[in-house]
């Protein structure tokens, strides 16, 4: 597979994991849960890790965008500043272009030199 990825890739590979959207609302409500979705992250994040390792010298770069809950994905980043949530500690409710711009940054030339990470866009939620 990764044979395959370093011939056809031109640019840096990217693992983004939406885990937050169940796994945060399952902290609360399901419990039990809790152990699994934990489990599959940590597991997640260590293959992404382990393949940064290994593709580093190939000029492939593997890092992780952990995603907040976004209640209402059209929501722009005007509207947000507008609302209040209390769920973040800067005070307003995520949208998906706080997401999308975590992402454009792991893409950009100016994050070649980063890889095996972890970014949460979490609005402070998880420090």
């Known amino acids: 597979m990764f044979a395959y990825l370093r011939r056809r890739l031109r640019y840096r590979l990217h ?3 939406d885990t937050a959207g169940k796994s945060l609302h399952g902290w ?3 419990p039990r849960d809790r152990v699994r979705e934990n489990r599959l992250k940590a597991g997640l994040v260590a293959f992404t890790r382990s393949v940064a390792l290994e593709e580093a010298r190939n000029g492939i770069t ?3 965008v952990n995603p907040p809950i976004i209640d209402d994905k059209d929501l722009s980043l005007a509207e947000a500043e507008r609302l209040t949530d209390a769920r973040f500690p800067v005070g307003r409710p995520a949208t998906a ?3 999308a711009e975590a992402v454009r940054f792991f893409a950009s030339e ?3 030199f980063i890889t095996g990470q972890v970014i949460n866009v979490s609005g402070g939620w998880v420090v």
Do not use: Q, T, Y
């Open 15 to 17: 693992c983004i994991i």
């Open 28 to 30: 609360f409500d399901a």
């Open 62 to 64: 593997v890092n992780v």
């Open 97 to 99: 272009r706080d997401v």
């Open 110 to 112: 100016e994050a070649s």
